[in-house]
């Protein structure tokens, strides 16, 4: 849909770049930017993908200083607050909260009704199953590798969230690391192994409790 559709809503302090193709009903905020295309440079360890193309559903609305990379699908009925990131090459589902300053990194997968709160950071290539919460300030990386010697782009150990995963504020999963569906990860928590369907993981580092008679 073209953007000077009636039903769309662009503050004219927005960048927004030509091939960005609109759903119904979208508002996008003074000094967003929609359509960035990703820098290149040689300090970078790995290379970006150079596309032309972003896609926007219905009634999705981008907030303040929000830049989004192209290559990247947004659903319908989304919230991107403040400041947030999404990167290019990432696939994000309907009806789904970025809040405010929340990074979305490179080609991750995030399905329907997701929910991340401020300041948390996905990482690159995350999968994300419906109905997720991240709360405040969650961690999540991709790489456990401490050698800094001829860094190089590595082959990403991605971290996997199931269905219905709560993860509390401040919490910390290292790369690889999947967490099944229904589980529950507390605030604070330093997760560095697997979390089963169902499970809960506290503390620092995180105990794996398989169900909640191990709590007693």
């Not at 790995?46 to 896609?55: F, K, S, T, V």
């Not at 789904?96 to 080609?107: A, K």
């Not at 800094?148 to 690889?176: C, K, W």
């Amino acid at each position: 849909m073209s953007r000077d559709d009636p039903d769309i809503q662009i503050s004219p302090l927005a960048y927004v770049a030509p091939w960005v193709r609109f759903g119904r009903g979208v508002v996008v905020h003074p000094f967003a930017v929609v359509g960035r295309v990703p820098d290149t440079s040689l300090a970078l360890a790995r290379q970006p993908a150079q596309e032309e193309w972003l896609e926007i559903g219905d009634n999705t609305v981008i907030g303040p200083h929000v830049v989004i990379y192209a290559g990247t699908k947004i659903g319908r009925d989304c919230l991107i607050g403040d400041y947030a990131s999404v990167r290019e090459q990432c696939v994000v589902g309907d009806r789904c909260v970025i809040g405010r300053y929340v990074s979305i990194n490179y080609e991750c997968q995030i399905a329907d009704d997701v929910r991340f709160q401020d300041t948390t950071h996905l990482t690159g290539r995350a999968r994300v199953g419906r109905g997720c919460f991240f709360g405040v300030g969650v961690v999540t990386s991709n790489d456990r590798r401490v050698d800094l010697v001829d860094y190089h782009y590595p082959t990403p150990q991605p971290v996997t969230f199931g269905e219905r995963v709560m993860i509390g504020s401040g919490a910390n999963i290292v790369a690889g690391v999947h967490v099944g569906d229904g589980a529950l990860i507390g605030a604070g928590a330093l997760v560095v192994k697997d979390v089963p369907a169902g499970g809960k993981a506290l503390n620092i580092p995180a105990r794996i409790y398989e169900d909640a008679e191990q709590l007693a």
